[in-house]
């Protein structure tokens, strides 16, 4: 297929699944906001959201003091916020258009329709009025557009290439969740051991929190089920790491990301296929207590990384056009 | 102008036959039924993104073209004399666009004025003598065909570069068939689903010589085009790849596309960009539409370009008044269909003719299209009339003239209900092995009460055409 079309595919799928987990962060942060807490504390939970999306100088250029209405405002329908959930929704949109060919029918409607009914709903002020239900709305939505995807389109390298585009941009988007901890307490506290305690007792914060951390990627039953177990960080982050079942662990994603990768393989891809094995192979063999010893963020960043590189090898591989050789 | 035909009643107010049966069931429809189709219609054509991108307005800006549920219907047998009319008219445009690139015999015999060819900014010196594939040159070939005075038809120009609109022909069908279906049940109507099947077939069989298995590819200048839509549609009806300048590259006169898995060959382009963009090493240098290298590789007749460069040529207005003499000159007939009667002022005794009489006629500049610069006598004030009479005498060949014609009408919802508003008509015809005429075409129709403008981009709305199968 066209280099620029499987560029727009990918990219495509990239944006919605970002609209997603955004969407996902701000819902579980609206519920953790509501427990008794400090108003420090409760600020510190929205400036964690601008952390874990690289969006804190952007916000802090604009807002002189940080309120919950305008972290909403800036995340969700800010146009000149490209991480914005609006913004990526429209991206989605627009790349959607450029191959609207390459889809099936269903899924181009789909794209189309999500993007017509966004600005419906931001017009009509849902955001203010129940900020929840908006973000219901967008998990809804890029359920519909996965489904649309799976359930209409051949499986061919245009499939292949959004696959790739959702689960690269999801295993950031986990890694980053993960992270949140160390964002929330500005690198002052790593998992081990647990933070300070802070008007509720410390140990049942952590509790929430970790709670919170599992229902934002909806792993808070599934680790009941696992687990048959208290919640405990250390769980918690070897069922969003290491556990390949679990559809948003980072071992799930890149376990998606090599299938996929294998399937749209050319004569320059090797590489990259090297790299993202490496990662899947250290997931699949690795312990939570090597990763906790070394340190959860560090381990994080590390992994952060990786993912970038696997996209810009991704890019470099079959995105930006082949010359002749 | 007040006696314009109507093509669902006859100047006595009955309803003609071929509208009978839809009449009596529009008849039979609540307002609030057919309000509520409409609608939906509106709300159908927003989601599946059918839109045009509007020119002068912020990029991105996409609006809808106005759909009108009343079908413009075409019995059968006016349909069969319209169609043979355009496959002589486009027979003999080709043989003329060949003769005009290779021997010029035409223009020997003195039945077309060799200097309107080679003073024309439209013809292109790039193409004489080359061999195109099997002669084609206007493969896909859109006539706006009108209707005047008593139901006559007449030819109002040829679109032979880059005609648009068959998506909407497709689309209205589509939209009519969802609101609708009952009336399909009790109409015979010819259907037009397949023209991406006939394109696809018409433009495989005029690929380069020796290529058995063609790759067809359908080049756009890219999603902020007017005509995006219809691009990304007809390639995906077709099961070909959308392509822009920027995919292709052309190495040792052969054209490749740049996919995921290396360079593929392209043989047959149909292309729905301009010339002056096509190749930038040829023409506008500034063109980031095009492909470096393409007319090089077209020329060593290595790939087909669909249309041919160079077609403007006999589609330009002040070449439309020869049409009719073409068809004597290389088909020994006499013409189905009539060109309206043209003054070209480009001739003294025409322009004066133009002149004296321009209150009552419409003038259009040459190489214009899409009711762009053009002068509608009746419809204007004194003082355009004699702004737009400076700017013929500044420079009498760039105009041509025409009656006023008072364009058929067919009946269309507007604001205060159902009334009559003025429609054209344009068949797509494609040339290839042979010539295919899908029965259909896309009907415009002005929707400001009187006007006689149906583009798009003036405010014009559509409908779906309906050819009765008997």
Known sequence: MLSRTADHLFWMARYMERAENTARMLDVNMSTSLLPQSAESAERGWRAMLGISELTPAFDARYPLLSARDVLDFMVRDPTNPSSIYACMHAARENARAVRGSLTTEVWETHNDTWLNLQQLINDGLLESDPQRLFEWVKYRTHVSRGVTIGTMLKDEAFFFIRLGTFLERADNTARILDVKFHDTGGASELLPAGRGNGVGHQQRDFYYWAAVLRSVSAFEVYRKVYRDVITPERVAELLILRGDMPRSLAACINEVCDNLEKVRNSRSGETERRAGLLRAELRYGRIEDILHQGLHGYLTGFLERVNDIGGRISQDFLVPLAAS | ?470
């Open chain 2, 1 to 470: 102008m007040t006696a314009a035909f109507d093509e669902m009643r006859a100047s006595d107010g009955a309803v003609r036959p071929h509208y009978r049966d839809y009449d009596a069931w529009l008849s039979a429809q609540s307002p609030k039924a057919m309000g509520d189709k409409r609608a939906e219609a509106d709300l159908v054509f927003r989601r599946v993104g059918i839109t045009f991108a509007v020119y002068g307005e912020a990029a991105g800006t996409e609006r809808l073209i106005p759909f009108d549920v009343i079908p413009r219907i075409i019995p059968a047998d006016e349909w069969r004399q319209l169609e043979a009319g355009l496959r002589q008219r486009v027979r003999a445009l080709n043989m003329f666009l060949n003769d005009v690139y290779h021997g010029q015999e035409i223009l020997r015999a003195g039945k077309v004025p060799a200097e309107l060819i080679f003073r024309n900014s439209q013809y292109r010196p790039e193409m004489q003598g080359i061999d195109v594939a099997g002669g084609i040159y206007a493969h896909i070939a859109g006539i706006d065909i009108v209707r005047a005075g008593a139901g006559e038809y007449f030819v109002l120009e040829d679109n032979l570069r880059v005609p648009s609109g068959v998506s909407y022909m497709l689309e209205n069908r589509k939209m009519m068939m969802r609101l609708f279906p009952d009336l399909f049940a009790r109409n015979r109507v010819a259907p037009v689903a397949h023209y991406p099947d006939v394109l696809l077939e018409n433009l495989r069989s005029v690929a380069p010589q020796g290529v058995t298995d063609p790759v067809v590819v359908v080049l756009t200048p890219g999603m902020y085009n007017s005509a995006y839509f219809e691009h990304a549609f007809l390639a995906q009806q077709m099961g070909v790849e959308l392509v822009e300048g920027q995919d292709l590259f052309v190495q040792d006169n052969a054209v490749f596309m740049r996919t995921t898995r290396g360079p593929q060959r392209v043989d047959v382009i149909y292309r729905r960009v301009d010339d002056d963009f096509l190749d930038p090493l040829v023409f506008r240098a500034d063109s980031t539409l095009g492909v470096p290298g393409l007319l090089a590789a077209y020329r060593a007749g290595r790939v087909t370009l669909a249309n041919a460069i160079g077609t403007g040529i006999a589609d330009d207005k002040s070449v439309y008044p020869y049409v009719p003499d073409m068809i004597r000159f290389y088909l020994a007939e006499n013409p189905l269909l009539a060109n309206v009667p043209t003054y070209k002022c480009r001739n003294r005794d025409e322009l004066e003719a133009t002149l004296a009489r321009l209150p009552e006629l419409v003038v259009k500049e040459v190489h214009n299209a899409g009711g762009y610069g053009m002068l509608v006598g009746p419809a204007s004030t004194t003082a355009q009339i004699e702004g737009y009479r400076a700017r013929i005498l500044k420079d009498p060949a760039n105009f041509v003239a025409q009656p006023t014609l008072a364009l058929s009408t067919c009946p269309t919802y507007v604001d205060a209900g159902i009334a009559p508003r003025h429609v054209d008509l344009r068949p797509y015809v494609l040339s290839g092995a042979e010539i295919s005429i899908v029965p259909g075409g896309l009907t415009r129709v002005a929707l400001r009460e009187g006007s006689l403008v149906v583009n798009s981009s003036q405010g014009g709305g559509t409908k779906d055409t309906w050819v009765l199968e008997r």
